[in-house]
């Protein structure tokens, strides 16, 4: 039933533009159809209703043009998308459906949602808690802002459920709420609760054995009647293989072997878990052969409400005799009432493969077979009816078994989801590696041409804003590195309080003034070893976005803390991701908004935002999530709505000796310590970083012979050259560079060798497995490549 209410428009005679205004319209309304049936997953019934628009929209402007004279001044004419459209579109999901104007005011509502909502109206009316109203309102405008949103455990009067909201309609006018089945539990869990419970305890007062069986075989649970009959000597029943219990007779029937061979015949009846899956893990029914009769009918019922898969039972003349709660809910049917016939839980088009296929099961010899139909309640996905024949239970012929199959679905979709971002992360650590190339040749040559320059010629400040927005590239591609946790970390030794010093002066000017900066630093911390510019990224990524969450209330206090966590407190928290040992903490606290608890999950997803169009790329708490990771520390989030957010990163404290710590204590060499001599191998793919490291290298006095790859460096070794240093790249077409080191150490182990790649060091130094080699990371500048060449060549 579609309820809608369109307005009369006073109609004016249209001149130029506007007379096309009426096709338009028609148009939009074919479209905004067709938009709607290709989201419900019907591609064929989307391009019908466009076609049909566009003829439509030619036709009625064929009809204006014809009639344009006869127009008066005081007609009136009436103008609004086709919602018999939109309605019969949403009438195809078996799941609910509503579409809604931008203010959340309902326009067509599909048979599923009037069913399971009643006279709900709005959706943004069916919370029944102020929780739920909040997160409806929430959902309603990530939908108006950003264009989609969801939300899970919205209580309704009908139970829990998912929202996803979807904003379509040509000019993005519409918004299309769906809501989602939740999932079910496991099938052989809930029938072992209740074949060893109460309604196992129920089937064993009326006489009846139930046993549980699972794929292999084995006994899963039974009742007490079944235990104290079929088990003997104290074993465990739960080990046990069934066909040692119980031994099936030519005739259908079954004997318990720990009664013998005068044991009286069993009547059978098997249930299987999973429907589609004849003969596998499901309940036995045993009960005595009764000569004259059938079985009671609250022993059937008790049988039927064990199972945790919908089952119904039909007799001949495919009238329905009594259902369990499992089906009622797996086929929507709401209270007491149960519909006559299996027909009509089904949509129009399998009412009579349904009723086929109960007609043929209920005579002749006792079949089954799975049936492919669509629910009239639940239509968007097809669902397997087993239709089966039943023998000696009275007036029941047919077993019908219903299993909800949308858990499944929904974890197709979870592992495309999970691949899909492998796939962009290896993507963006691709781009960044090949634009890093490109930045090395840029400040290499910038270098080289400020090495001509001084300070006042006409063409140094020139060089310099090249060079300054360079390495802001390379920054850029740090964050892409950073996204899929390939970017090369320069760590250091260093305290989490001279790090946030370092970056208070930078936050100030972020913040603004509506927002207080305050900062407290704890006692006892102990020194980390991490990246210091990309801890500032992260410090500078939680502020911005605590800034940007504050801005809406006017202003607010954001609040950096570092202080010391001891083992003893670690193991006091009881986490188990967070490992037991001496923790230097950094928090960065905020007085905004907060994040609602549905949210809070996904916020360090890639591209995940909840910021405006255009004002938030997702990126920002993904990346400090991969910094914080690959620096081997832990970062949590939490946050309540209306009262603030807070992130704390937990690094651990690095211990080293007193002897490794002078060590690393190397003074920075000087510009004449980086002049040297000898013979260097230069092996690179890309000609412009090729070029550029020559230069480089030949200006500060050492002989360089160049080889493009692998292949032709090994030519070069054989010749018998004097080589000081191998610089080579180390990915390259054809034989790489660890293929090309590892063959010429064969004949030279001695060789000194300096790699250098736009990918992390530690993600190299892991996958080569070569000693004794150097790494220098893209890009690079003439001065960085001379000092990892001088501190190549005086390794012992």
Same mark, same amino acid.
């Given at each position: 039933?579609?309820?809608?209410?369109?307005?009369?428009?006073?109609?004016?005679?249209?001149?130029?533009?506007?007379?096309?205004?009426?096709?338009?319209?028609?148009?939009?309304?074919?479209?905004?159809?067709?938009?709607?049936?290709?989201? /419900?997953?019907?591609?064929?019934?989307?391009?019908?209703?466009?076609?049909?628009?566009?003829?439509?929209?030619?036709?009625?402007?064929?009809?204006?043009?014809?009639?344009?004279?006869?127009?008066?001044?005081?007609?009136?004419?009436?103008?609004?998308?086709?919602?018999?459209?939109?309605?019969?579109?949403?009438?195809?999901?078996?799941?609910?459906?509503? /579409?809604?104007?931008?203010?959340?005011?309902?326009?067509?509502?599909?048979?599923?949602?009037?069913?399971?909502?009643?006279?709900?109206?709005?959706?943004?009316? =069916?919370?029944?808690?102020?929780?739920?109203?909040?997160?409806?309102?929430?959902?309603?405008?990530?939908?108006?802002?950003?264009?989609?949103?969801?939300?899970?455990?919205?209580?309704?009067?009908?139970?829990?459920?998912?929202?996803?909201?979807?904003?379509?309609?040509?000019?993005?006018?519409?918004?299309?709420?769906?809501?989602?089945?939740?999932?079910?539990?496991?099938?052989?869990?809930?029938?072992?609760?209740?074949?060893?419970?109460?309604?196992?305890?129920?089937?064993?007062?009326?006489?009846?054995?139930?046993?549980?069986?699972?794929?292999?075989?084995? =006994?899963?649970?039974?009742?007490?009647?079944?235990?104290?009959?079929?088990?003997?000597?104290?074993?465990?029943?739960?080990?046990?293989?069934?066909?040692?219990?119980?031994?099936?007779?030519?005739?259908?029937?079954?004997?318990?072997?720990?009664?013998?061979?005068?044991?009286?015949?069993?009547?059978?009846?098997?249930?299987?878990?999973?429907?589609?899956?004849?003969?596998?893990?499901?309940?036995?029914?045993?009960?005595?052969?009764?000569?004259?009769?059938?079985?009671?009918?609250?022993?059937?019922?008790?049988?039927?409400?064990?199972?945790?898969?919908?089952?119904?039972?039909?007799?001949?003349?495919?009238?329905?005799?009594?259902?369990?709660?499992?089906?009622?809910?797996?086929?929507?049917?709401?209270?007491?009432?149960?519909?006559?016939?299996?027909?009509?839980? *089904?949509?129009?088009?399998?009412?009579?493969?349904?009723?086929?296929?109960?007609?043929?099961?209920?005579?002749?010899?006792?079949? &089954?077979?799975?049936?492919?139909?669509?629910?009239?309640?639940?239509?968007?996905?097809?669902?397997?009816?087993?239709?089966?024949?039943?023998?000696?239970?009275?007036?029941?012929?047919?077993?019908?078994?219903?299993?909800?199959?949308?858990?499944?679905?929904?974890?197709?979709?979870?592992?495309?989801?999970?691949?899909?971002?492998?796939?962009?992360?290896?993507?963006?650590?691709?781009?960044?590696?090949?634009?890093?190339?490109?930045?090395?040749?840029?400040?290499?040559?910038?270098?080289?041409?400020?090495?001509?320059?001084?300070?006042?010629?006409?063409?140094?400040?020139?060089?310099?804003?090249?060079?300054?927005? &360079?390495?802001?590239?390379?920054?850029?591609?740090?964050?892409?590195?950073?996204?899929?946790?390939?970017?090369?970390?320069?760590?250091?030794?260093?305290?989490?309080?001279?790090?946030?010093?370092?970056?208070?002066?930078? /936050?100030?000017?972020?913040?603004?003034?509506?927002?207080?900066?305050?900062?407290?630093?704890?006692?006892?911390?102990?020194?980390?070893?991490?990246?210091?510019?990309?801890?500032?990224?992260?410090?500078?990524?939680?502020?911005?976005?605590? !800034?940007?969450?504050?801005?809406?209330?006017?202003?607010?206090? /954001?609040?950096?803390?570092?202080?010391?966590?001891?083992?003893?407190?670690?193991?006091?928290?009881?986490?188990?991701?967070?490992?037991?040992?001496?923790?230097?903490?950094?928090?960065?606290?905020?007085?905004?908004?907060?994040?609602?608890?549905?949210?809070?999950?996904?916020?360090?997803?890639?591209?995940?935002?909840?910021?405006?169009?255009?004002?938030?790329?997702?990126?920002?708490?993904?990346?400090?999530?991969?910094?914080?990771?690959? &620096?081997?520390?832990?970062?949590?989030?939490?946050?309540?709505?209306?009262?603030?957010?807070?992130?704390?990163?937990? =690094?651990?404290?690095?211990?080293?000796?007193?002897?490794?710590?002078?060590?690393?204590?190397?003074?920075?060499?000087?510009?004449?310590?980086?002049?040297?001599?000898?013979?260097?191998?230069?092996?690179?793919?890309?000609?412009? *970083?090729?070029?550029?490291?020559? !230069?480089?290298?030949?200006?500060?006095?050492?002989?360089?012979?160049?080889?493009?790859?692998?292949?032709?460096?090994?030519?070069?070794?054989?010749?018998?050259?004097?080589?000081?240093?191998?610089?080579?790249?180390? *990915?390259?077409?054809?034989?790489?560079?660890?293929?090309?080191?590892?063959?010429?150490?064969?004949?030279?182990?001695?060789?000194?060798?300096?790699?250098?790649?736009?990918?992390?060091?530690?993600?190299? !130094?892991?996958?080569?497995?070569?000693?004794?080699?150097?790494?220098?990371?893209?890009?690079?500048?003439?001065?960085?490549?001379?000092?990892?060449?001088?501190?190549?060549?005086?390794?012992?």
């Amino acid at each position: 039933m579609l309820h809608q209410e369109l307005p009369a428009i006073d109609a004016s005679s249209l001149d130029g533009v506007s007379r096309w205004l009426v096709p338009a319209l028609v148009g939009a309304a074919a479209l905004t159809g067709a938009l709607l049936a290709w989201l /419900l997953g019907y591609p064929l019934v989307a391009a019908g209703i466009a076609v049909a628009g566009l003829a439509g929209a030619i036709a009625v402007r064929l009809a204006d043009r014809r009639s344009e004279p006869a127009i008066p001044q005081s007609a009136t004419l009436s103008l609004a998308p086709d919602y018999s459209v939109i309605g019969s579109t949403l009438g195809l999901s078996r799941e609910p459906a509503a /579409l809604t104007d931008c203010d959340g005011g309902l326009l067509v509502a599909n048979s599923a949602y009037r069913d399971r909502f009643g006279g709900a109206g709005s959706p943004l009316k =069916l919370g029944t808690d102020a929780d739920s109203s909040q997160s409806l309102q929430l959902v309603w405008t990530m939908a108006v802002r950003d264009g989609g949103g969801c939300v899970t455990g919205v209580s309704t009067a009908s139970g829990a459920t998912a929202v996803e909201v979807e904003r379509v309609g040509s000019s993005g006018e519409l918004l299309l709420w769906r809501f989602p089945k939740a999932s079910a539990p496991n099938p052989m869990t809930v029938a072992a609760k209740q074949v060893a419970g109460p309604i196992g305890e129920r089937l064993a007062a009326a006489g009846m054995l139930a046993a549980l069986v699972d794929a292999d075989g084995r =006994l899963v649970a039974a009742n007490r009647s079944f235990a104290s009959r079929a088990v003997t000597n104290d074993e465990d029943a739960d080990k046990l293989p069934f066909a040692d219990l119980v031994e099936f007779t030519e005739d259908g029937k079954a004997r318990l072997v720990a009664e013998g061979e005068s044991a009286r015949p069993l009547q059978v009846v098997h249930i299987p878990v999973d429907p589609r899956q004849e003969g596998g893990a499901g309940t036995f029914l045993l009960v005595e052969r009764h000569e004259g009769g059938a079985l009671d009918s609250a022993d059937l019922q008790a049988l039927l409400e064990i199972l945790p898969i919908g089952l119904a039972l039909v007799d001949r003349d495919g009238r329905f005799l009594t259902m369990n709660r499992a089906f009622r809910v797996a086929a929507g049917i709401k209270g007491t009432t149960m519909p006559s016939y299996p027909g009509d839980l *089904v949509v129009k088009e399998d009412k009579a493969p349904v009723a086929n296929a109960v007609r043929r099961n209920a005579r002749g010899p006792a079949m &089954s077979g799975d049936v492919a139909v669509r629910l009239a309640k639940h239509n968007s996905e097809p669902v397997a009816l087993t239709v089966a024949g039943v023998r000696g239970l009275g007036d029941a012929a047919v077993l019908l078994l219903l299993k909800d199959n949308s858990e499944e679905a929904k974890l197709k979709r979870q592992i495309a989801q999970a691949t899909k971002m492998q796939v962009v992360g290896q993507l963006a650590g691709g781009v960044a590696h090949d634009f890093n190339n490109i930045l090395t040749a840029i400040i290499g040559h910038c270098d080289l041409m400020l090495m001509r320059h001084t300070p006042g010629d006409s063409d140094y400040d020139d060089i310099q804003q090249i060079k300054s927005n &360079s390495n802001r590239a390379a920054g850029l591609t740090r964050q892409l590195l950073a996204f899929s946790r390939q970017q090369t970390l320069r760590p250091q030794v260093l305290q989490l309080p001279d790090v946030v010093s370092e970056v208070s002066h930078l /936050l100030k000017r972020l913040l603004g003034e509506t927002v207080k900066l305050v900062v407290k630093h704890g006692r006892d911390l102990g020194p980390v070893r991490a990246d210091p510019g990309q801890l500032e990224q992260v410090i500078v990524n939680l502020a911005v976005n605590a !800034r940007d969450a504050m801005v809406s209330q006017g202003g607010g206090t /954001l609040t950096i803390q570092t202080y010391a966590v001891r083992a003893d407190q670690v193991a006091e928290l009881g986490s188990e991701i967070l490992p037991v040992a001496d923790y230097s903490a950094l928090s960065v606290t905020d007085t905004g908004c907060g994040i609602p608890a549905g949210v809070l999950g996904k916020v360090f997803e890639p591209f995940f935002t909840t910021k405006e169009v255009g004002k938030g790329t997702g990126l920002g708490l993904s990346t400090v999530y991969g910094i914080v990771k690959q &620096s081997g520390g832990f970062i949590f989030a939490d946050s309540k709505v209306g009262e603030g957010t807070r992130f704390v990163i937990y =690094l651990p404290v690095h211990r080293e000796d007193a002897t490794a710590g002078k060590a690393r204590r190397v003074a920075k060499p000087k510009e004449h310590d980086l002049w040297g001599t000898g013979t260097i191998l230069l092996v690179e793919d890309e000609p412009m *970083v090729r070029g550029v490291a020559e !230069r480089a290298l030949t200006r500060h006095g050492y002989t360089v012979i160049t080889a493009e790859n692998g292949e032709e460096a090994l030519e070069v070794l054989a010749t018998g050259e004097e080589i000081a240093l191998l610089i080579s790249d180390v *990915v390259m077409p054809a034989m790489d560079g660890p293929t090309m080191v590892r063959e010429a150490r064969k004949t030279r182990p001695d060789l000194k060798i300096l790699f250098m790649s736009g990918y992390a060091e530690e993600q190299l !130094r892991n996958s080569i497995d070569i000693d004794n080699v150097a790494f220098l990371p893209k890009p690079f500048s003439v001065q960085e490549l001379a000092e990892a060449t001088r501190r190549a060549l005086s390794v012992k």
